[in-house]
């Protein structure tokens, strides 16, 4: 199975930040690769995907880029909505398709 | 407007089944991949089992020849039979559609709490 990491776990940011987040394949998976955004008590929402494809309806302050085995997940400038967790998921190779561990985006 | 409600979480007892329902509107189930994820409680999401169009099944090794996926073309509704339930099995789970037949989650229920205890 193909494990994604990423990192940090966890970080503390401002409104008005750009944080990105990183997430790494354990084998190439050329760009099938989802970032979604979980709120507490809610369902994944999925933000991009083929890497770097804003889902429609979302904010254009979200992008993704990479390829291979490293991407990242951008956000612009932090929004109040925006403090959420953050999980990458591969579909290169399934079964077993396989997210990352997630990262937290918490207020500062 | 595309729609999943999953229904038939609650609490049971350790090598207990359950049968979890997931009822679509807005789609037909029939014509797209559709999958099973579970959250554990403070954890990551885990993919479960996926039913393609073409009604082929793949489950996560976690879960093989324990739970088995299915669908109603008839009530458009996806389904999970869960057997031999263990405590690590309890988690919240929601049915998600497969976008395009490509792999990622485009569309989400809300998601039913399963517990496993005695």
């Known amino acids: 199975a193909i494990r994604m990491t990423q990192s940090p776990s966890s970080f503390s940011a401002s409104t008005g930040d750009r944080v990105t987040i990183t997430c790494r394949a354990s084998q190439g998976i050329s760009s099938y690769l989802a970032w979604y955004q979980q709120k507490p008590g809610k369902a994944p929402k999925l933000l991009i995907y083929a890497a770097s494809t804003l889902q429609s309806g979302v904010p254009s302050r979200f992008s993704g880029s990479g390829s291979g085995t490293d991407f990242t997940l951008t956000i612009s400038c932090l929004q109040s909505e925006d403090f959420a967790t953050y999980y990458c998921?591969?579909?290169?190779?399934?079964?077993?398709?396989?997210f990352g561990g997630g990262t937290k985006v918490e207020i500062k | 407007e595309v729609q999943l409600v999953e229904s038939g979480g609650g609490l049971v007892q350790p090598g207990g089944s359950l049968r979890l329902s997931c009822a679509a509107s807005g789609f037909t189930v029939s014509s797209n991949y559709m999958s099973w994820v579970r959250q554990a409680p403070g954890k990551g999401l885990e993919w479960v089992s996926v039913?393609?169009?073409?009604?082929?099944?793949y489950y996560a090794d976690s879960v093989k020849g324990r739970f088995t996926i299915s669908r109603d073309n008839s009530k458009n509704t996806l389904y999970l039979q869960m057997n031999s339930l263990r405590a690590e099995d309890t988690a919240v789970y929601y049915c998600a559609r497969v976008g395009r037949q490509l792999g990622y989650f485009d569309y989400w229920g809300q998601g039913t709490l399963v517990t496993v205890s005695s």
């Open positions: 039913i393609y169009s073409g009604g082929s099944t």
């Open positions: 998921q591969q579909y290169y190779s399934y079964p077993p398709l396989t």
